[in-house]
Structure formats: structure tokens, C-alpha cells
């Protein structure tokens, strides 16, 4: 179940989504907490970083393992505006983080439940908790507002 801090953490990942559409990138944020504290934060940058690997979720995670000097990071809760794509997935579950929670789903790509789910397959053996439809509508809204533009 969602709680305040989950809402207010989810405001954060939409404030780096904002920044994300202000670069031109497809509007996704991301922060990484542990015990009520922001590690990093960080939100779509594969155009302007030439790298289809700098989804939101991998740049804080790269952030974050340098930050603690250490690619794991367990204990931690990573907050996403859109539901997880497979690497993204892959990439928190080799970090060990322990909870995911995300906004919008996403129908078309999300491993976290819509066109599949990775952090259910028991054999994996680090379970990360998932968490999704945390401000929803919200989250959404940043998406429907960049492509409407867009288009």
C-alpha cells in the first residue's frame, strides 16, 4: 500500500521527469531512497547521452553506485514515473534493490506486471517488492502532455 512518503518521493521522480522533457527526452524520473533519504536522482537522457541504456532508473542507480561505492543497494526503494522496462528491471535486480515503485504503466514494454513481469520469477534470487500506480494520473499526464506536443 502506498504511503505519504511513497507520494511525496513519486513528486520528486515527476519533478526530474519535467527536466527530462525539458531536455527533449521522453519524460521519465527517477529517485533512489533509503531510510527516508534521496541517494540520487536522475531522469531520461538516452538522445542527448547517445546511449539507449540511460534510461531514468539506470542513470541513479549508476549515480547511486558511486555514491556508496558499491553496485549494490540494498535496502533501497527506487521510485519511477513509468513502469520498468526489462533492463531496467534486470539492472535492480542485480543492485539488490529492495522495493520498486512506479506511476504509469506501460502497456507496451513495462516488466513490472504489463507486458511482463520479471521480479516475479522466484528462480531470481534477490525478490524486489513492486509497487505500481502511484500517482497515476499524474504521472501519465507528463507523458500525454510531451507526445501530444510532439505530435
Not at 533512489?32 to 542513470?59: C, T, W, Y
Amino acid at each position: 500500500m502506498p504511503t505519504d512518503l511513497d507520494q511525496q518521493f513519486m513528486a520528486l521522480a515527476i519533478e526530474q521527469a519535467h527536466c527530462a522533457a525539458a531536455a527533449g527526452e521522453v519524460p521519465v524520473g527517477a529517485v533512489l531512497v533509503r531510510d527516508g533519504q534521496v541517494l540520487a536522482k536522475a531522469f531520461n537522457q538516452p538522445i542527448g547521452l547517445h546511449d539507449p541504456s540511460a534510461h531514468a532508473e539506470m542513470q541513479v542507480l549508476r549515480a547511486a553506485g558511486q555514491i556508496e561505492g558499491n553496485y549494490r543497494l540494498p535496502g533501497t526503494t527506487l521510485y519511477v514515473t513509468l513502469e520498468p522496462c526489462v533492463m531496467c528491471a534486470g539492472a535492480m535486480l542485480h543492485a539488490r534493490v529492495g522495493r520498486v515503485v512506479y506511476g504509469a504503466p506501460d502497456p507496451k514494454t513495462g516488466a513490472a506486471g504489463s507486458a511482463l513481469n520479471v521480479f516475479a520469477y522466484q528462480q531470481i534470487n534477490h525478490q524486489t517488492q513492486v509497487e505500481g500506480g502511484v500517482l497515476v494520473e499524474e504521472c501519465g499526464q507528463v507523458l500525454k502532455t510531451f507526445f501530444r506536443e510532439r505530435r
